[in-house]
């Protein structure tokens, strides 16, 4: 199977935390790249945090470093976002993606597999 499932979205306060997670299929695993996409209503998809082969680099939006953090557990084929200190801005559809990245790991032309999204709404 070829899929990525995206799960753990939700409403929170200001401040408050959510950790995001990717199932993957073996396959999509497998890809060099995963990646964690946002996009708020009107506005244009944007990169939040990417990672290489399970953690030897990864790459974060200017915006959400140092309050969010991407990992991988490979005995369960999931890929996480952490979220801390959340702030309204932050509200967006967020998206799994996997793939090869032949140019920046957080331009979203660059990767070919999504997973359907999980929306997180973060109230003031």
């Known amino acids: 199977q070829v899929q990525l499932v995206e799960s753990g979205g939700g409403s929170v306060q200001a401040g408050g935390s959510l950790r995001l997670s990717c199932a993957a299929s073996a396959y999509l695993y497998s890809m060099p790249y995963m990646a964690w996409f946002r996009q708020a209503p009107g506005q244009e998809r944007e990169g939040v945090a990417a990672i290489y082969r399970g953690g030897l680099r990864t790459s974060y939006a200017d915006s959400v470093k140092g309050g969010f953090t991407i990992s991988q557990d490979s005995a369960k084929l999931t890929v996480y976002l952490q979220m801390n200190s959340l702030k309204p801005d932050d509200t967006a559809m967020y998206y799994c993606?996997?793939?090869?990245?032949?140019?920046?790991?957080?331009?979203?032309?660059?990767?070919?597999?999504w997973g359907q999204g999980t929306q997180v709404t973060v109230s003031s």
């Open positions: 993606a996997a793939g090869r990245v032949a140019g920046l790991p957080l331009d979203r032309y660059e990767y070919l597999y």
